[in-house]
């Protein structure tokens, strides 16, 4: 029994996929099967259901997986220790990114973080925030760019920047005439959120309005900020944009229009963070220090002497 197919397993349990763990794992499919097949007959048990379209994990498999999970994880750290003397984030770090953010920041901080730590293998895993705690807690993430605040005190935060919203709507609605949107502007306009994100629990209520039951308009649990876009440009309703994602189309006819919001409530604020006792995280706080002191175009810079943590509600 090696580790390599220890991993193997626990990113076939994570993709739910042959070929998407093999992909992640690098290695060819018939590899994987056969690498796993060998710890089944290693340990004499069944760990997966196979039929032609699909698998599954056994009971024992399950078992097997938390048990490996934890061994992948505590060797992972223990390769984290010893390479820390080859200097800074150095080597593989696995960053969850919520779905609001991924699409907007990514392009520009990926190279940017590149062209300083050149040795850095970042590994993107783009998921809402439960399911990137989740996996902060499972030790299969290393640090997460989240909204701050979380609830709890076993994840550290790092707060990076500010993210104002911007008001989106159509060029014939009422308020596209307007060259600001106020809070009054908002506490009757019903808006479209995508369903499981921060935007839809949180980004309202920084206006103090919107309690999502108003009548005249469907509910669209869209997944995205681009289906939301989509509903808006086509007349359907109005919504928030953060700073990043708020880039209104071009044309002499736009398909919707963005207005900035004259309230200080609204804005998020995104941060970095990372499981208590994590063994490099004066790294990931060298990493958050990097970002947070040059915050993207079109975002607020945090002042110094507002608080880097904060560990309070999500």
Not at 60 to 67: A, C, D, F, N
Not at 84 to 103: D, E, K
Not at 116 to 140: C, D, I, N, P, S
Request: glycine letters at 8%.
């Amino acid at each position: 029994m090696t580790i390599r197919e220890l991993r193997y397993l626990v990113t076939l349990a994570d993709r739910a996929h042959f070929g998407r763990a093999a992909q992640e794992c690098h290695v060819s499919q018939p590899t994987l099967s056969t690498q796993i097949r060998k710890l089944e007959e290693y340990l004499g048990v069944t760990l997966i259901e196979r039929n032609a379209r699909s698998f599954a994990l056994t009971p024992m498999g399950l078992q097997v997986v938390e048990k490996a999970r934890r061994i992948v994880a505590q060797v992972d750290e223990l390769l984290a220790t010893t390479r820390t003397g080859h200097g800074p984030l150095c080597g593989p770090l696995n960053l969850g990114v919520i779905p609001t953010l991924a699409p907007y920041l990514l392009p520009t901080l990926l190279p940017f973080l590149k062209s300083r730590f050149e040795t850095l293998q970042l590994v993107v895993h783009e998921h809402l925030t439960g399911h990137l705690l989740a996996r902060l807690q499972g030790h299969q993430i290393d640090a997460a760019l989240l909204a701050l605040p979380l609830d709890g005190d076993e994840f550290e935060e790092l707060a990076l920047f500010d993210e104002p919203f911007w008001f989106a709507c159509p060029p014939r609605h009422p308020l596209a005439r307007l060259k600001a949107i106020s809070e009054a502007d908002l506490c009757s306009e019903p808006l479209l959120l995508a369903d499981g994100h921060w935007l839809r629990g949180q980004g309202p209520a920084a206006c103090g309005q919107w309690s999502g039951d108003e009548e005249g308009i469907d509910d669209f649990r869209a997944a995205s900020l681009e289906t939301i876009c989509q509903l808006v440009s086509a007349g359907i309703g109005c919504t928030l944009l953060p700073a990043l994602a708020a880039r209104a189309p071009q044309g002499p006819e736009p398909a919707f229009v963005i207005r900035p919001l004259h309230s200080a409530n609204a804005k998020r604020r995104i941060g970095l963070v990372w499981r208590r006792g994590y063994p490099k995280a004066q790294e990931l706080a060298l990493l958050g220090e990097l970002v947070r002191n040059n915050p993207p175009s079109g975002t607020l810079a945090i002042s110094i002497q507002q608080p880097l943590a904060a560990a309070s509600r999500r």
